[in-house]
């Protein structure tokens, strides 16, 4: 037997019936038809929901790729760690040898200066002396001109 839907079927019965169950058979018919609007209307509100939900999805899809663009590949990060790595390594080792190279310089200007402190010491100890001895000479002189005038008056 072929497949009829319960539609025309129902329409069939109430053509070929004339009897008192035709109004009972509309009535059926109608309950009928009220559930095919219902099935309709939900599966409408249904599509709609679905429709709603897979354009949420999209943009949320859109917003992780977005994201995902702004990531970094793991290879990528270890490569640019690497990268870092030895130039600080590099860096170091630069500011190392220009500390080094600078302590040399300043240890041989140290040593220049105390040269330098050492001589002058030994000159202005003569001079020291030197001038000493004449303050001493003047202050002699004057005290024998004073003992002089005291025995001069």
Do not use: C
Not at 53 to 72: K, S, W
Not at 96 to 125: C, F, H, P, Q
Request: charged letters at 30%.
């Amino acid at each position: 037997m072929p497949y009829v839907p319960l539609k025309e079927h129902l329409e069939k019965l109430l053509i070929k019936s004339n009897s008192r169950h035709t109004l009972a058979l509309r009535h059926l018919k109608e309950l009928v038809l009220e559930r095919f609007r219902a099935i309709e209307k939900a599966r409408k509100l249904q599509a709609d929901e679905y429709e709603r939900r897979l354009t949420v999805l999209n943009h949320a899809h859109e917003q992780a790729v977005e994201v995902q663009h702004t990531y970094v590949t793991q290879e990528k990060y270890e490569d640019y760690v690497k990268q870092t790595k030895s130039a600080l390594e590099i860096a170091l080792q630069r500011t190392d040898e220009k500390i080094s190279a600078l302590d040399t310089s300043i240890n041989k200007d140290i040593l220049l200066l105390k040269e330098r402190v050492d001589k002058n010491e030994g000159r202005s100890m003569g001079m020291n002396a030197w001038w000493t001895y004449l303050m001493g000479g003047v202050g002699a002189i004057g005290i024998i001109f004073g003992i002089i005038a005291l025995f001069l008056k």
